[in-house]
T-cell receptor, first 111, second 113 residues
Framework: QKEVEQNSGPLSVPEGAIASLNCTYSDRGSQSFFWYRQYSGKSPELIMF????GDKEDGRFTAQLNKASQYVSLLIRDSQPSDSATYLCAVWSSGTYKYIFGTGTRLKVLA | DAGVTQSPTHLIKTRGQQVTLRCSPISGHKSVSWYQQVLGQGPQFIFQYYEKEERGRGNFPDRFSARQFPNYSSELNVNALLLGDSALYLC????????????FGPGTRLTVT
């Protein structure tokens, strides 16, 4: 089992729709959770972080964390073609003192 | 404020050579981490340095080494380059070492021929 798992996609959504990206992790000691956006040929850009169970909203983005089920998700409302990118989920564990990344989900927003 | 900076942007080396990559963190950040990212994969953790000491190491061979300087900038060294070392090398900085948000630099694209 991979430490952090994401569906590689591509996930295609029409412009204006909600995109839902999911991530599961295996280490129950994980404490910090991050979503990064990475455009082709560029470095990852931090878009959301969440530390507690529940929802955290920032503009069009909502991160959701459920530690009991060991998953974290990212919702993008009113998706735009400029949101088309790879979204990386990252998890930090106090047990390993490492940030572990998933392989990313490629999102395509269709105009 | 300036973000994380890395140099050089691109690098082409020959198998067996050695390479040094450089990173300057965001002002006030004391932790620097290095990652290797190959096409189609997420970043793989190589090292974390905090307050000039190695605080974490990923599953990379001893050919990889790093250090952090008093001004918190960092260097990553890779010896005896292999073709498989071709990748995007990313530096990320954070305030501390305990799960804070990390911010990435633009990366160094290393090609080994």
């Amino acid at each position: 089992q991979k430490e952090v798992e994401q569906n590689s996609g591509p996930l295609s959504v029409p412009e204006g729709a909600i995109a839902s990206l999911n991530c599961t992790y295996s280490d129950r000691g994980s404490q910090s959770f991050f979503w990064y956006r990475q455009y082709s040929g560029k470095s990852p850009e931090l878009i959301m972080f969440i530390y507690s169970n529940g929802d955290k909203e920032d503009g069009r983005f909502t991160a959701q964390l459920n530690k009991a089920s060991q998953y974290v998700s990212l919702l993008i409302r009113d998706s735009q073609p400029s949101d088309s990118a790879t979204y990386l989920c990252a998890v930090w564990s106090s047990g390993t003192y490492k940030y572990i990344f998933g392989t990313g989900t490629r999102l395509k927003v269709l105009a | 404020d300036a973000g994380v900076t890395q140099s050089p942007t691109h690098l082409i080396k020959t198998r067996g050579q050695q390479v040094t990559l450089r990173c300057s963190p965001i002002s006030g950040h004391k932790s620097v981490s290095w990652y290797q990212q190959v096409l189609g994969q997420g970043p793989q953790f190589i090292f974390q340095y905090y307050e000039k000491e190695e605080r974490g190491r990923g599953n990379f061979p001893d050919r990889f080494s790093a250090r952090q300087f008093p001004n918190y900038s960092s260097e990553l060294n890779v010896n005896a380059l292999l073709l498989g070392d071709s990748a995007l090398y990313l530096c990320a900085s954070s305030l501390a070492r305990t799960g804070d948000e990390q911010y990435f630099g633009p990366g160094t694209r290393l090609t080994v021929t």
